[in-house]
């Protein structure tokens, strides 16, 4: 099983990146995908999650509006769209997978089936 997060890099404020997250080993279609994150010095944060479908997502308040994810199941893929990026956005990003969980209960991050090894975001002001 191999969760393989890319796309993060250096970044100014305002700009926007792309992350992608690509899965294997397992069935990807099945699982509730999601997003988290962790600044330097900081606790493990939730981001996004998006069900297996594709067609209902939930995202953290704050990042509302700034961060949308998407899921390609014909790629094995998600995705974590990036806009008007912030300092405060510095972190690294993992990716992670849960068989049959709820969105909502995504956001603890409890006890996830996978997680992803994870990329860096920095962003300078």
């Known amino acids: 099983v191999q969760l393989q997060a890319s796309g993060g890099g250096s970044a100014q404020t305002g700009a926007s990146l792309r992350l992608s997250c690509a899965g294997s080993g397992f069935t990807f279609i099945k699982f509730t995908m999601g997003w988290f994150r962790q600044a330097p010095g900081k606790e493990r944060e939730f981001v996004a999650a998006i069900n297996w479908l594709g067609e209902a997502t939930y995202a953290a308040d704050s990042l509302k509006g700034r961060f949308s994810i998407s899921r390609d199941n014909s790629e094995n893929t998600i995705y974590l769209q990036m806009n008007s990026l912030k300092p405060e956005d510095t972190a690294v990003y993992y990716c992670?997978?849960?068989?049959?969980?709820?969105?909502?209960?995504?956001?603890?991050?409890?006890?996830?089936?996978?997680w992803g090894k994870g990329t860096l975001v920095t962003v300078s002001s």
């Open positions: 992670a997978a849960d068989l049959g969980r709820s969105l909502y209960t995504m956001e603890t991050g409890d006890n996830m089936d996978f």
